[in-house]
């Protein structure tokens, strides 16, 4: 754990990251208690621009303190919460992977304007804790992993009762952060070992210091029994049995509050099975349970902060494989709810999970539910790497959802549901199919898997169960090298939208 505290002034630090905005003028060589070796006008013009995310680290002649880094924001008026985090976790980065472990932070005035204490205590230790994490356990050459920061200062020239609401604020981020960084963990672990069985027994693990929570698992043999149908087929591929993950938490002081259910989709691996996907789409899809890993973290944020709600997560975690045993195209499965489901791909097993899971959902007479799923490649094709997309026809749902999102930096967008996708899914011979098993579901995939869902969480008569609304967050990895501010991996989306949802919603209502 990162051991964090409050200055006014730097004292000794490995390094002293100050941020910098576009187009700002300098003076002197004293910055936050630190002196620099020549004043800053006599720097090479353009060292230090404050453009965004552009770094120049300098060394101080202070006795405790070695190195100086200016970071840029970019300009002032386009510094959102976004940038902030971004900066603050480019200049962690950097000054992380040049095996610098004691780090301070200037946190200039400008930014206390903007945001207030808390949101900025939250924020920052955010960026800082997503930035220092690196999953490289599996480096054999000690000198190939990235040094753990062990401390960070974070220096503020303010009054205590500010400085308290920072510091608050800090602590609520720093488990923030860490939810986030659990998601992204159990997403970077290679598919051999991130089974659904290992799965389940980290839902155990991460909640089994808080009392609040309640895990129980299903085995294959419960799941034939409950008739969980489409679950089962997706599972009958794969040498691994499925698992069903259910993470119940009672924070509402009134026992009958109806919970928030959150969904997950926990396909560990993806082969797409009999409809075997072609050789360059088969890599990354050890991340198809990054909806999963993304409930069950925020599962650990909402208990560990003891939000008073009651939140319910329900994971379907299963491997998706090609078998003489595998479930087919033209097979007919049946749902947990009794409707029957034509197969036409079976790579478009994510809905199948989830329609079981969404059926289960009613058990708990659910206020809501969100279900966070890697669904549909064609949501990528739509919005791009750094968004997810958002369906729901419940106005209160997206607003609040959007806010959330807004708040946090973690990019929302709303993609549409309607008639037009529905017909795509209708099935000849069963209740609905899976996909239209042609190039007839191309367009508008996104959406056609949504109201496969949408299906689901409603009645006979196409009434909803309850409200739901669904996020496909097939992009939520940085791939390649990564980003400045995060280095590759999953990248956690979705945990702080869901904290922020649970723990504001009613702020705003
Ligand atoms: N897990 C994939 C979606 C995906 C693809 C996520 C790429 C992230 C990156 C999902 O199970 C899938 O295979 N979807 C199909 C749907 C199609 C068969 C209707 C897809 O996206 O091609
Ligand atoms: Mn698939
Ligand atoms: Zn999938």
Sequence with gaps: MIR?????????????????????????????????????????????????????????????????????????KDLTLKRYKETIGTAVVYAQDRKNQKISIALPLEVMKKWDMKTLGKETAVAVEVASYAYDEHKTDEDARVLPITHVEYILDVKSG?????????????????????????????????????????????????????????????????????????????????KFIIIEYRGSQKPTEKPTVLVGKGVTYDSGGLSLKPRDFLIDMKYDMLGAAAVLSTMYVVATLKLKRNVVALIPAVENMPSGSAFRPDDILKALNGKTVEIKNTDAEGRLILADALCYAM???????????????????????????????????????????????????????????????????????????????????????????????????????????????????????????????????GVQILVEYLDRKYIWE
């Design 363 to 493: 058990k708990y007479n659910p206020k809501e539910v969100i279900d966070l799923a890697t669904l549909t490649g064609g949501c990528m094709i739509a919005v791009g790497l750094e968004r997810s997309g958002l369906f729901s026809s419940e106005k209160n749902m997206v607003e609040s959802l959007l806010r959330s999102s807004e708040a946090c930096g973690e990019q929302l967008w709303q993609l549409p549901l309607g008639e037009e996708f529905d017909e795509v899914n209708k099935s000849e011979i069963a209740d609905i199919r899976n996909s239209a098993g042609t190039n007839a579901d191309r367009f508008g995939q996104a959406s056609i898997g949504a109201s496969f869902l949408e299906f689901f969480t409603k009645d006979k008569k196409g009434n909803p169960l309850y409200p739901w609304a669904h996020i496909d967050l097939a992009g939520a990895i940085y791939s390649g090298k990564g980003k400045a501010w995060m280095r590759a991996g999953a990248n956690g989306f």
């Design 4 to 76: 964090y505290n409050t200055s006014k002034q730097c004292h000794g630090t490995d390094c002293l990251i100050i941020p910098v905005f576009e187009g700002q003028k300098f003076k002197g060589s004293h910055f936050y208690g630190v002196t620099l070796d020549r004043s800053i006008e006599q720097l090479v013009e353009g060292d230090i621009t404050g453009k965004k995310m552009e770094v120049c680290m300098m060394h101080a002649t202070h006795s405790t303190v070695r190195k100086v880094l200016f970071v840029g924001f970019g300009k002032e």
């Design 162 to 242: 500010e400085k308290k609401k920072f510091e608050l604020g800090l602590e609520v981020g720093r488990v923030v952060g860490q939810g986030i960084n659990l998601a992204r963990h159990l997403g970077n672990h290679p598919p051999s070992i991130m089974t659904p069985t290992y799965l389940a027994r980290e839902a155990r693990l991460h909640t089994k210091k808080l009392k609040a929570l309640n895990v129980k698992i299903l085995s294959k043999q419960d799941l034939e029994k409950m008739g969980m149908g489409l679950l089962l087929g997706v599972a009958r591929g794969s040498a691994e049995e499925p």
